[in-house]
Every structure is written in C-alpha cells, then in structure tokens.
C-alpha cells in the first residue's frame, strides 16, 4: 500500500528565515510525486510534479528535490504570503490516476 | 491553466436532506474525476473515481449508496450526499487529471458542507 509521511506538522517562521518541508514516501513504482500549497477553506493548488530520483523544480522561493524515499519542498526567504498548509502525494503504478497524500505541513510565517 | 468550477462552496442542510454538489471542468475535457474529503486539519481522503459514462469507483469504506455520483458528461461530475446526517459534515473536494498522461491534478474550490 502506497503511503506518504509528512514532517514537521506544523512549521512557524520568521520572515525571511529559509527551511525545508520533508515528505518520505513508499509507493510500489513512482509514477509522480506531486506538491501543493491548500490555504484554509480552498481547494488544494498545484505545486510541482517529480518524476525521478534527482530531479530538481523550482517557483519562486519554493524548490523541491526528489530521491528515492522522499521529497523535500525547500523554502527560501518566506514571506508571510507563503503561510499555508503544504501538501505532498505520490501516484504509483498500481493506482492509476488516483493520488495518495500526506498529512500536509501547516506553515506559518510570521512578519 | 486548467480549471475545475465546484459548486456551492458551502451548504447548511438540516439532517435526513439530501445535498448535491456539482464539479465542472472549463476547459478540458475530463473523463475521470476524484472526489475527496477532508476533516479539519487532516489531509485529503479519496472517496471514489468518477467514470464518464459508467460506474463510479468506490473506496473501501465508503458507501455507495449514501454518496451518489454521476458523471454524465466530460466536463461534469456530481456527488450527492443522500439523506445527509452530522457526522457527514466534512469539506469536499472534486480534482480532475489533466495533461498528456493525466499527471497534472487540478482541484476544485471545496465545498464544506455543514449538517444540523
């Protein structure tokens, strides 16, 4: 079963202060691994997609990397705009379009 | 980029009531759709994958029967929520594949649905 594990749960900043949000996965043949921001009350919005081990995207202050056990989405000089829960969800090979996610890092940064 | 129209985005309905919600692709064509739900401060749970002109695809757990969809055209896909009860309060939310391999997921707004 394809399962996905957030860390932390929660995250507070300083604006300004750079950090990095972990996702570690286990999925039966990667197929994508998806980011997105879901601020309160809305639907989630798409991130970035990571196919392979290595691979790097970058949007505005955001980056995210990819190995073989996990994610990480880095965040660089946050501004209070960037407060958001982060949600992170693999597809495998063995679910078709279907998305598995994790619990989400609730991030918040403070002025 | 693409997007997906759902509606309403919230509803009040006294218990035993059914409620519908409505999700829309503008300007794709999607012949798959995914209804979550989410619970305050926990992330998305599949609920079923709606299939353009035949059976949706439920999850283990959930019942078919009291969460009814259809989807009846390429842009369109419903859930009902039949004979709605407290514990049935939840945000839901609809997505919609798109892109050559359906690798980009896009979402709904939500619809939190509150039950008296």
């Known amino acids: 079963e394809d399962q996905v594990t957030q860390s932390p749960e929660a995250l507070r900043l300083q604006e300004g202060e750079s950090s990095s949000l972990n996702c570690s996965y286990t999925?039966?043949?990667?197929?994508?691994l998806f980011w997105y921001r879901q601020d309160p009350g809305k639907g989630p919005e798409f991130l970035f997609t990571?196919?392979?081990a290595g691979e790097e995207k970058e949007k505005e202050r955001l980056k995210a990397t990819l190995t073989k056990k996990e994610s990480f989405l880095h965040i660089t000089a946050p501004k209070p705009e960037d407060s958001a829960t982060y949600l992170c969800?693999?597809?495998?090979?063995?679910?078709?379009?279907?998305?598995?996610f994790g619990q989400g890092t609730r991030l918040t940064i403070n002025p | 980029g693409a997007v997906v129209s759902q509606h309403p985005s919230r509803v009040i309905c006294k218990s035993g009531t059914s409620v519908k919600i409505e999700c829309r692709s503008l300007?794709?064509?999607?012949?798959?759709m995914f209804w979550y739900r989410q619970f305050p401060k926990q992330s998305l749970m599949l609920m079923a994958t709606?299939?353009?002109?035949?059976?949706?695809?439920?999850e283990q757990g959930v019942e078919k029967d009291k969460f009814l969809i259809n989807h009846a055209s390429l842009t369109l896909s419903t859930l009902t929520v039949t004979s709605a009860h407290p514990e049935d309060s939840s945000f839901y939310i609809c997505?919609?594949?798109?892109?050559?391999?359906?690798?980009?997921?896009?979402f709904g707004s939500g619809t939190q649905l509150s039950v008296l």
């Open positions: 997505s919609a594949p798109t892109g050559g391999f359906g690798e980009k997921l896009f």
């Open positions: 999925v039966s043949g990667l197929r994508g």
């Open positions: 990571l196919y392979s």
């Open positions: 969800a693999v597809r495998g090979i063995q679910g078709a379009q279907k998305l598995v």
């Open positions: 300007d794709f064509q999607a012949t798959t």
């Open positions: 709606s299939n353009e002109g035949s059976k949706a695809t439920y």
